[in-house]
């Protein structure tokens, strides 16, 4: 499959444990934050998303975590399970010109071991 | 099915020889766009498109051309591609121009220039 990096943080977490992983973003003007999840050989897939007029926000099995006044936000995902394993990577939408403008963050591999 | 293609999914090519990357997306999406992703640096936005007609610059634009003739194609084309330009390439699609849409992604060109 694609290789997606050979240099990314590495979180290791057991089967079941929850998992943080974490992310700083750039713009302060950003109104919308994704998470997507790569597995090798393919494409990112969304997970969940965020609006910046709101802090929190959970989906099936996973939360979403927004501080805008450090610029940070956290993806949480409890109970990790083996097929978690893959990379995250936050992104943040910044309107632009009618369109807008998507910076994504360098990733997170996530290891889980069973 | 929904989904974004790319072709070709592997190419080797010399400097200088000009291609072209196609990329298509059957969900009537407006918004359009390229990103690059190289090691440790996440995905890097190359060009986007709002609508048929628009494009527009992301971040790393330089030695890349497309076009937007058609709402579901948005072809990448490198005139004069050179080594740097060796990368994993990723098409995706959104359904508007709203800063508030997760991104669908194609699974991906990889691209080796000697």
């Known amino acids: ?114 | 099915e929904a989904q974004v293609t790319q072709n070709p999914r592997y190419l080797i090519t010399v400097t200088g020889k000009k291609l072209t990357v196609t990329c298509s997306q059957n969900m009537n999406h407006e918004y359009m766009s390229w990103y690059r992703q190289d090691p440790g640096l996440g995905l890097r936005q190359i060009y986007y498109s709002m609508n048929v007609e628009v494009t527009d610059k992301g971040d790393v634009p330089e030695g890349y051309k497309v076009s937007r003739k058609e709402k579901r194609n948005f072809p990448l084309i490198l005139e004069s591609p050179s080594p740097n330009q060796t990368s994993l390439y990723f098409c995706a699609s959104s359904s508007s121009s709203s800063s508030y849409n997760e991104q669908f992604f194609g699974p991906g060109t990889r691209l080796t220039v000697l």
């Open chain 1, 1 to 114: 499959g694609e290789s997606v990096g050979l240099h990314l943080p590495t979180l290791s977490v057991q089967e079941g444990d929850n998992s943080i992983i974490n992310c700083a973003y750039s713009n302060s003007a950003s109104d919308y934050f994704i998470w997507y999840k790569q597995e090798s050989g393919k494409g990112p897939q969304f997970i969940i998303d965020i609006r910046s007029n709101m802090d929190k926000r959970q989906g099936q099995r996973v939360t979403v975590l927004l501080n805008k006044t450090v610029k940070h936000l956290s993806l949480q995902i409890a109970a990790t399970q083996p097929g978690d394993s893959a990379v995250y990577f936050c992104a943040e939408n910044g309107a632009l010109g009618g369109g807008f403008k998507t910076i994504f963050g360098a990733g997170t591999r996530l290891f889980v071991k069973a």
